[in-house]
């Protein structure tokens, strides 16, 4: 199983970044998909999740501002961030989980992640 992220890089406060997830070797409609982030000062944390059934679930901190969706002919995932902050700053992380539907991020969420992505990083300057 492979998850390749892209679409990372810096922008100024307010823009706008799209990051993509491709995803090989298995059946992207079989599992959750999901976007973490992750900083050195903080563990790693739920961003936003495509439950089973079509649900999506969001951290608070993204609510109205991030947009998870997915094309499963293309076992793509993708992430649209608008009017990002500096504290948006981070490593973002693709995810695969079997374990939902997920309706609220915890801190043990991460845990139940079947396959992670290496990761692409989003710098949001102020």
């Known amino acids: 199983v492979q998850l390749v992220e892209t679409g990372g890089g810096s922008v100024q406060s307010g823009e706008s970044v799209r990051l993509s997830c491709v995803g090989s070797?298995?059946?992207?409609?079989?599992?959750?998909m999901a976007w973490f982030r992750q900083t050195k000062e903080k563990e790693r944390e739920g961003v936003a999740i495509?439950?089973?059934?079509?649900?999506?679930t969001y951290a608070d901190s993204v609510k109205g501002r991030f947009t998870i969706s997915q094309d499963n002919a293309k076992n793509t995932l993708y992430l649209q961030m608008n009017s990002l902050k500096a504290e948006d700053t981070a490593m973002y992380y693709c995810?695969?989980?079997?374990?939902?539907?997920?309706?609220?991020?915890?801190?043990?969420?991460?845990?139940?992640?079947?396959?992670w992505g290496q990761g692409t990083q989003v710098t949001v300057s102020s």
């Open positions: 995810a695969a989980m079997t374990f939902c539907p997920i309706v609220r991020f915890t801190p043990n969420t991460a845990a139940f992640v079947a396959y």
């Open positions: 070797g298995y059946t992207h409609k079989n599992y959750c």
């Open positions: 495509i439950n089973n059934d079509g649900t999506t």
